[in-house]
């Protein structure tokens, strides 16, 4: 559809560069106005209005081309897609790339020349906004049903129904009441059309009079003028058994006139099916006498089916036992491995009798400080003594003397 509307626009921008049928156009602004535009796009942007030829010719392309950018990019984001609001001042090439990009993603023709966007108008213009704007209305599920034409009711029928109206009962009295109206008025040469009861007044609140009409040519025009008007609606009465009575022995024919075609389509409909049933019965036991060995042969391998059927499910079940077995066995392989790598680390690794000399090293160093320190301790010690002693020997020469 795209493609097709795409080559009509192609011959038009070709024969006719500035020219588009007012036909696009207005097409066009149908569906803007379907999708409500006006309250949606104008008033929510505060734009002006625009009429059915703005977009025929180009007369004013800044203003036209943001006018078109701006319709574009509200019914992209009807489609559902994320298009930024363009401004008077952004870089059209890239607004218009931005299109294009949208109208590929939609498989929409864009073999064309995007120098003709930059103007604003045109048949390639209006040919991109009918497209979004197709779409728009597909996608919200719009439905173009067909006019419905009403029948108009007639206020002349409701004036009488509402003003004419009277009982079945009273007609023969207000008959005989106004013939004898008639007649009074007949014996003074006067004629009033509106003598009736005003509770039965005729349809307008006109009073149709007639001052001596002694011509019978007069009377019959002036009799064909209000005849219309004087209509007498008779309003039946809901009460009325004999009306029940009609209305019962209507629908006792209507009934018996259904019943009738009814039974026969029945009787032909029931013989049509006990033929078919008779068919299908004699055909399913020919073909049960031609398929009985077939059958047998199908039991047969049915149950060998279901033997070896079950056969592989036992399998199936020793099959992943093993493989739960396989899968501990595995287990215990990879810990074993990794406990053989450790060792094999450990014994090949020389770190731990370097590590045995290095502390027999730090050992022999401490034993020799610990031999230096008790030397050293030792002297002063026998240093103590012998002052000690010396004193001892002068505090006992002392005493001697002073005995």
């Not at 039991?299 to 501990?328: C, F, P, W």
């Not at 610990?370 to 301790?377: A, L, P, R, S």
Request: hydrophobic fraction near 35%; charge should be negative; charged fraction near 30%.
């Amino acid at each position: 559809m795209f493609r097709h509307e795409y080559g009509l626009a192609m011959d038009r921008d070709q024969n006719s560069a500035s020219y588009v049928s007012s036909f696009q156009a207005d097409d066009l602004m149908e569906k803007l106005k379907l999708l409500n535009y006006e309250r949606l796009l104008l008033k929510e942007m505060k734009m002006k209005q625009i009429n059915r030829y703005y977009f025929l010719k180009s007369f004013n392309p800044g203003e036209q081309f943001f006018m078109f950018t701006s319709i574009c990019a509200w019914l992209i984001r009807k489609i559902g897609k994320t298009f930024d609001q363009p401004q008077e001042f952004d870089d059209p090439n890239m607004v218009i790339s931005r299109i294009i990009r949208v109208l590929q993603e939609m498989d929409v023709p864009t073999d064309f020349q995007t120098n003709k966007l930059i103007q604003g108008a045109g048949p390639i213009c209006v040919y991109i906004m009918d497209c979004l704007a197709t779409q728009a209305l597909k996608l919200t599920k719009f439905q173009i049903k067909r006019p419905e034409c009403r029948k108009e009711d007639d206020p002349m029928v409701d004036l009488i129904e509402n003003d004419s109206e009277i009982i079945l009962e009273k007609v023969e009295e207000e008959q005989m009441a106004e013939a004898s109206e008639g007649s009074d008025d007949e014996g003074n040469g006067l004629f009033d059309l509106n003598f009736s009861d005003p509770k039965n007044r005729k349809i307008t609140n006109k009073e149709y009079k007639i001052d001596s009409l002694t011509d019978s040519e007069n009377w019959r025009l002036e009799l064909e003028r209000v005849l219309p008007q004087l209509k007498v609606v008779v309003k039946t009465d809901p009460r009325d058994w004999r009306a029940h009575l009609e209305q019962m022995r209507s629908l006792r024919s209507n009934i018996e006139s259904a019943t009738d075609e009814t039974d026969s389509q029945l009787k032909k409909l029931q013989t049509d099916i006990s033929y078919v049933m008779e068919k299908i019965e004699s055909r399913e036991k020919h073909l049960n006498n031609d398929l009985k060995d077939l059958i047998q042969q199908y039991k047969r391998i049915l149950v060998e089916y279901n033997q070896v059927h079950n056969q592989m499910k036992a399998i199936d079940g020793e099959k992943t036992e093993k493989e739960h077995d396989l899968s501990k066995i595995t287990n215990e392989l990879e810990n074993i491995k990794i406990q053989m790598e450790q060792r094999g680390n450990s014994m090949t690794d020389g770190s731990p009798l370097i590590n045995i000399k290095k502390a027999i090293f730090r050992i022999k160093e401490e034993i020799s400080d610990m031999d230096i320190k008790i030397g050293v301790m030792e002297h002063t010690l026998n240093s103590e003594i012998i002052k000690q002693s010396a004193q001892y020997a002068e505090f006992d020469s002392l005493v001697m003397a002073a005995h």
